[in-house]
Nanobody, 130 residues
Framework: QVQLVESGGGSVQAGGSLRLSCAVSGWTHSTYSMTWFRQAPGKEREGVALIDSDGNTRYADSVKGRFTISKDNVKNTLYLQMNNLNPEDTAMYYC????????????????????????WGQGTQVTVSS
């Protein structure tokens, strides 16, 4: 049974940094796309960053240059390093996983659509104050 467990959220001031972790267990497939999503109150869930088993990454325009996604395959843990945080980054952050790599992703379908991910963690809250 696949389980994703996020940690590392918290409250920081604008300009600060946080590193989110997502511990992955029960993943038996050799390929994956693993993504960080976030959802602010009253807003739709949005894709923040993705990494696949080929090492390819994708980022939302709003976080490029500030956030870095990585995965430690020995620890089976997904990370999101978030620097220069601003209040607009305040949201519940979720990790999600699917068996497809970006190369296998359905043609014309964005990587950042939540409905295409079948495995989800419970989320960790990030709050950035000005």
């Amino acid at each position: 049974q696949v389980q994703l467990v996020e940690s590392g959220g918290g409250s920081v001031q604008a300009g600060g940094s946080l590193r989110l972790s997502c511990a992955v267990s029960g993943w038996t497939h050799s390929t994956y796309s693993m993504t960080w999503f976030r959802q602010a109150p009253g807003k739709e869930r949005e894709g923040v960053a993705l990494i696949d088993s080929d090492g390819n990454t994708r980022y939302a325009d709003s976080v490029k240059g500030r956030f870095t996604i990585s995965k430690d395959n020995v620890k089976n843990t997904l990370y999101l390093q978030m620097n220069n945080l601003n209040p607009e980054d305040t949201a519940m952050y979720y990790c999600a996983a699917e068996y497809l790599t970006l190369q296998e992703w359905p043609y014309g379908v964005s990587w950042s659509i939540p409905e295409y991910f079948g495995y989800w963690g419970q989320g960790t809250q990030v709050t950035v104050s000005s």
